[in-house]
Nanobody, 123 residues
Framework: QVQLVESGGGLVQPGGSLSLSCTASSERIFRLNAMDWYRQAPGKERELVATITSGGATNYADSVKGRFTISRDYAKRTLYLQMNRLKPEDTAVYYC????????????????WGQGTQVTVSS
């Protein structure tokens, strides 16, 4: 299984910025397909924040459009989320997700999740 390691969370004041990253570490990756950021606030369901396909197409939740930017570095197998103009309602645990095609089964894919990183927006 691929391990997704996230970093970059923390505490920031409203209006501030944070950048998250997520790196896939495994020698068994043939291809990383679509990659996403999800978040889960206390007492709420996990929600999709942003998606980037293997071709680089992006999509965002309405609540973050214009403030968040998802990107990826194919060579580094790393996913990024640049978060600007943060609001208290952005406070949540952020999870990286990837659809992974392994070298041993190139006609299939499976879901892999990171461990989550806490983002807190508060004054």
């Amino acid at each position: 299984q691929v391990q997704l390691v996230e970093s970059g969370g923390g505490l920031v004041q409203p209006g501030g910025s944070l950048s998250l990253s997520c790196t896939a570490s495994s020698e068994r990756i043939f291809r990383l397909n679509a990659m996403d950021w999800y978040r889960q606030a206390p007492g709420k369901e996990r929600e999709l924040v942003a998606t980037i396909t293997s071709g680089g197409a992006t999509n965002y939740a309405d609540s973050v459009k214009g403030r968040f930017t998802i990107s990826r570095d194919y060579a580094k197998r790393t996913l990024y989320l640049q978060m600007n103009r943060l609001k208290p309602e952005d406070t949540a645990v952020y999870y990286c997700h990837a659809q992974v095609t392994p070298v041993y089964a190139r006609d299939s894919s499976y879901d892999s999740w990171g461990q989550g990183t806490q983002v807190t927006v508060s004054s």
